[in-house]
């Protein structure tokens, strides 16, 4: 079975540019969290989504915006990008969200020059 | 205050010994917990979660809980070389926020 997928691997933005990650989750899993990791830190919650439907917030400014489609899958997008924005960024999957058990993709690195 | 404290190593413990690697949170409405193993340049992979006070094993593994002293932790027995990773507490807090310590950098020697 094909686990979570993200595209694309890697991605290079300038300052003020917009971006937009994808992430597939595993079949059968409805819930999709994004993470951010930079190097030497653990990951940063952003957002869970169940059902298309935001079910938590982690503190990262309105710059940064999700969303999830019928088919489970989800975007997220960040404005007006700042270098401190270069990091991991890395989605979960799990059944339902809430307490279940989280697995994540490989991640996109992007770098703001 | 962070929210998931872990103590960032190195650990150091010889090939075929016992690591211990330890974790605390603060927030004690905290509902699952769970390690994470990460190899330099990969994505977190998960390992162990654990639900309620006590232990839970899984071949190598050994996740403990207590909630009364906001403690988890996890031991690797047997611990070989290819275990030489960073591993990562994580959190649930009212069901859907995640919280991940900085991470506990284990090097086990040949």
């Known amino acids: 079975d094909a686990g979570v997928t993200q595209s694309p691997t890697h991605l290079i933005k300038t300052r003020g540019q917009q971006v937009t990650l994808r992430c597939s989750p595993i079949s059968g899993h409805k819930s999709v969290s994004w993470y951010q990791q930079v190097l030497g830190q653990g990951p940063q919650f952003i957002f869970q989504?169940?059902?298309?439907?935001?079910?938590g917030r982690g503190n990262f400014p309105d710059r940064f915006s999700a969303r999830q489609f019928p088919n489970y899958s989800s975007e997220l997008n960040v404005n007006a990008l700042l270098l401190g924005d270069s990091a991991l960024y890395l989605c979960a999957s799990s059944g339902t969200g809430g307490t279940d058990e989280q697995y994540f993709g490989p991640g996109t690195r992007l770098t703001v020059t | 205050q962070k929210e998931v404290e872990q103590n960032s190593g190195p650990l150091s413990v010889p090939e075929g010994a016992i690591a211990s690697l330890n974790c605390t949170y603060s927030d004690r409405v905290s509902q699952s917990f769970f390690w994470y193993r990460q190899y330099s340049g990969k994505s977190p992979e998960l390992i162990m979660s654990i639900y309620s006070n006590g232990d839970k094993e899984d071949g190598r593994f050994t996740a403990q809980l207590n909630k009364a002293s906001q403690y988890v932790s996890l031991l690797i027995r047997d611990s070989q070389p290819s275990d030489s990773a960073t591993y990562l507490c994580?959190?649930?807090?009212?069901?859907?926020?995640?919280?991940f310590g900085s991470g506990t950098k284990l090097n086990v020697k040949p």
């Open positions: 989504y169940y059902e298309k439907e935001e079910r």
């Open positions: 994580a959190v649930n807090v009212n069901f859907n926020k995640f919280y």
